[in-house]
């Protein structure tokens, strides 16, 4: 392996030193043995503060190659701070190809979606999560959520989303929807809109979930049983959008709302940024595609709903 | 006195090839049954295989106890390579080991014996890395399980005795229970806890 000794001097390959990787590796591998538990690890102070994606930087660092092509993502957008930051990191610490079209990448570390083109074998999903616990607002006591994983004592959560329909007449929990990972543990698909959870389901790629702060680590293997929790009256919905994207005019998409001025104009554009570029190109538009989005500047758009 | 062969023989670029190794074991792991090949990359004493030696080098170290089958700890080279290139402490029992290496796996003994992790911890469990002939020559095994999509294949040799019973046996104990590495001359496959063995009935 040739490296330019000039561009990492100071650092190991990709930035931990070697005895972190053995640790962090060891607890992929139980991870990956125990679908859906959380692995403890010893997380290590990361050049950036907890809160910006230090379990996932730890995961990618720990299992990354010179080999591997790196696309990160922050809310399904390649340009946003979070992502860019993180993917200069990698490319400064371990001299690898960065992309942001979801199929060249080996490895995509999110924060908070999963990408629209569908995942094959072989790509690893590096997720970024802030609280590994999904029962941790109903039990704060990490000696009781731990014997309730134990015992597979899962009522509690049954019952906050028997309070959100007693409540709301629906189940109104939108994002870290919980699931049952092959019908034995109940995980925390971390804060991704539910939209994204039937993607977790039988996925071809590996799915690993770093938390550096709660130094938790946890896997769903490939084609696994990734089970949204419902009733079979109020049964698992995602959310559905009554407008496709106003730039590639998608459908089946998760839409995020931008804000155009301040009359209360607004639209409706993908949030997976590679996706939406990718129709555009092949010549997909959307009602504020091109000049249409410009002319827009000076008017007020006709109200576009977004219902749940 | 400390012998050339003990110092030979490690990773010639400790960065890249535990990374690779890694990989492979990842993937294994990801995907049971999977045939994920390992370039020779150790060079240990014998009785010690390539391949196992790599898988070792690249998990084992300070923080891991490691316990070697008998053939293994009658070899004062084996013995004084892996802890010259990991620095793990040798288990004096297979329950406080976190790594168990196998060189003759038709001896081994039980695998209720291994460290099982506890229902709270059961991370906190032996992986045992065995030393294989062949993972395509012995008899087929059918698995199923996560990580597969329907169905796999896989026919590793020598497997310990009664390795079909003993694996439903782990399997029942999930999430306790034992993850095996194995490590054989053309790569490395693995059985996680959640794999399930059937036989094929001719």
Same mark, same amino acid.
């Given at each position: 392996m040739t490296m330019q000794a000039t561009d990492i001097a100071t650092y190991n390959? =990709?930035?931990?030193?070697?005895?972190? #990787?053995?640790?962090?590796?060891?607890?992929?591998? #139980?991870?990956i043995a125990i679908p859906g538990y959380q692995v403890p690890f010893a997380s290590r102070e990361m050049p950036m503060p907890y809160g910006w994606g230090t379990g996932g930087v730890q995961v990618t660092a720990s299992i990354i190659g010179p080999g591997d092509v790196l696309k990160v993502i922050d809310q399904g957008a390649d340009d946003t701070t979070n992502a860019v930051s993180i993917r200069a990191f990698f490319k400064k610490v371990a001299d690898v190809a960065v992309t942001t079209e979801t199929a060249k990448a080996t490895i995509i570390q999110t924060r908070h979606r999963i990408p629209e083109h569908p995942l094959t074998a072989g790509q690893t999903l590096v997720y970024q999560v802030p609280i590994p616990e999904p029962l941790r607002f109903l039990e704060p006591r990490e000696?009781?959520?731990? #014997?309730m994983h134990a015992l597979e004592e899962y009522g509690l959560m049954h019952v906050k989303l028997y309070e959100d329909i007693a409540r709301h007449g629906r189940i109104a929990t939108t994002y870290a929807y919980p699931v049952k990972v092959e019908g034995r543990y109940v995980m925390d698909p971390s804060p991704t809109p539910k939209f994204d959870n039937p993607k977790m389901h039988m996925s071809p790629a590996l799915q690993l979930f770093g938390a550096g702060r709660e130094k938790r680590?946890? =896997?769903?293997?490939?084609?696994?049983?990734?089970?949204?929790?419902?009733?079979?009256?109020?049964?698992?919905?995602?959310?559905?959008?009554?407008?496709?994207? =106003?730039?590639?005019? =998608?459908?089946?998409v998760y839409l995020d709302e931008v804000i155009l001025d301040d009359h209360g104009g607004h639209m409706f554009v993908c949030s997976d940024t590679d996706h939406c570029e990718k129709r555009r190109e092949e010549g997909h538009a959307g009602h504020l595609a091109g000049d249409a989005f410009a002319a827009l500047q000076h008017n007020v758009p006709g109200d576009s709903g977004k219902k749940e | 006195m400390v012998e050339a062969e003990?110092?030979?023989?490690?990773?010639?670029?400790?960065?890249?090839?535990?990374?690779?190794?890694?990989?492979?074991?990842?993937?294994?792991?990801?995907?049971?049954?999977?045939?994920?090949?390992?370039?020779? %990359?150790?060079?240990?004493?014998?009785?010690?295989?390539?391949?196992?030696?790599?898988?070792? %080098?690249?998990?084992?170290?300070?923080?891991?106890?490691?316990?070697?089958?008998?053939?293994?700890q009658a070899s004062p080279a084996a013995k004084s390579w892996l802890g010259f290139h990991t620095g793990a402490p040798l288990a004096g029992t297979p329950s406080d080991a976190h790594f168990a290496l196998v060189s003759k796996p038709a001896e081994l003994i039980a695998l209720e014996n291994f460290a099982q992790g506890t229902q709270e911890y059961p991370d906190r469990s032996t992986?045992?890395? %065995?030393? %294989?002939?062949?993972?395509?020559?012995?008899?087929?095994?059918?698995? &199923?399980?996560?990580?597969? &999509?329907?169905?796999?294949?896989?026919?590793?040799?020598?497997?310990?005795?009664?390795?079909? &019973?003993?694996?439903?046996?782990?399997?029942?104990?999930?999430p306790r229970g034992v993850d095996v590495i194995l490590a054989a001359p053309e790569g490395v496959a693995c059985l996680p806890r959640t794999t399930r063995i059937k036989t094929m009935e001719a």
């Amino acid at each position: 392996m040739t490296m330019q000794a000039t561009d990492i001097a100071t650092y190991n390959f =990709a930035y931990l030193d070697e005895q972190t #990787k053995r640790m962090i590796r060891r607890a992929i591998l #139980k991870g990956i043995a125990i679908p859906g538990y959380q692995v403890p690890f010893a997380s290590r102070e990361m050049p950036m503060p907890y809160g910006w994606g230090t379990g996932g930087v730890q995961v990618t660092a720990s299992i990354i190659g010179p080999g591997d092509v790196l696309k990160v993502i922050d809310q399904g957008a390649d340009d946003t701070t979070n992502a860019v930051s993180i993917r200069a990191f990698f490319k400064k610490v371990a001299d690898v190809a960065v992309t942001t079209e979801t199929a060249k990448a080996t490895i995509i570390q999110t924060r908070h979606r999963i990408p629209e083109h569908p995942l094959t074998a072989g790509q690893t999903l590096v997720y970024q999560v802030p609280i590994p616990e999904p029962l941790r607002f109903l039990e704060p006591r990490e000696t009781e959520t731990r #014997k309730m994983h134990a015992l597979e004592e899962y009522g509690l959560m049954h019952v906050k989303l028997y309070e959100d329909i007693a409540r709301h007449g629906r189940i109104a929990t939108t994002y870290a929807y919980p699931v049952k990972v092959e019908g034995r543990y109940v995980m925390d698909p971390s804060p991704t809109p539910k939209f994204d959870n039937p993607k977790m389901h039988m996925s071809p790629a590996l799915q690993l979930f770093g938390a550096g702060r709660e130094k938790r680590i946890y =896997a769903v293997p490939p084609f696994t049983e990734v089970v949204s929790l419902d009733f079979e009256d109020h049964p698992f919905e995602v959310q559905s959008f009554d407008q496709p994207c =106003a730039l590639c005019g =998608a459908h089946q998409v998760y839409l995020d709302e931008v804000i155009l001025d301040d009359h209360g104009g607004h639209m409706f554009v993908c949030s997976d940024t590679d996706h939406c570029e990718k129709r555009r190109e092949e010549g997909h538009a959307g009602h504020l595609a091109g000049d249409a989005f410009a002319a827009l500047q000076h008017n007020v758009p006709g109200d576009s709903g977004k219902k749940e | 006195m400390v012998e050339a062969e003990t110092i030979d023989g490690g990773f010639a670029n400790p960065v890249f090839d535990a990374q690779s190794v890694f990989r492979a074991v990842m993937d294994a792991m990801a995907r049971p049954g999977t045939v994920q090949p390992v370039a020779m %990359l150790a060079r240990p004493p014998a009785p010690l295989s390539p391949v196992a030696a790599a898988v070792a %080098l690249t998990l084992c170290d300070n923080d891991t106890p490691l316990w070697l089958d008998p053939s293994l700890q009658a070899s004062p080279a084996a013995k004084s390579w892996l802890g010259f290139h990991t620095g793990a402490p040798l288990a004096g029992t297979p329950s406080d080991a976190h790594f168990a290496l196998v060189s003759k796996p038709a001896e081994l003994i039980a695998l209720e014996n291994f460290a099982q992790g506890t229902q709270e911890y059961p991370d906190r469990s032996t992986t045992l890395i %065995l030393q %294989l002939d062949s993972l395509a020559s012995g008899a087929d095994l059918l698995l &199923e399980g996560p990580g597969i &999509e329907k169905m796999a294949m896989a026919a590793p040799t020598p497997l310990p005795r009664h390795f079909v &019973e003993q694996w439903k046996q782990n399997r029942s104990r999930f999430p306790r229970g034992v993850d095996v590495i194995l490590a054989a001359p053309e790569g490395v496959a693995c059985l996680p806890r959640t794999t399930r063995i059937k036989t094929m009935e001719a």
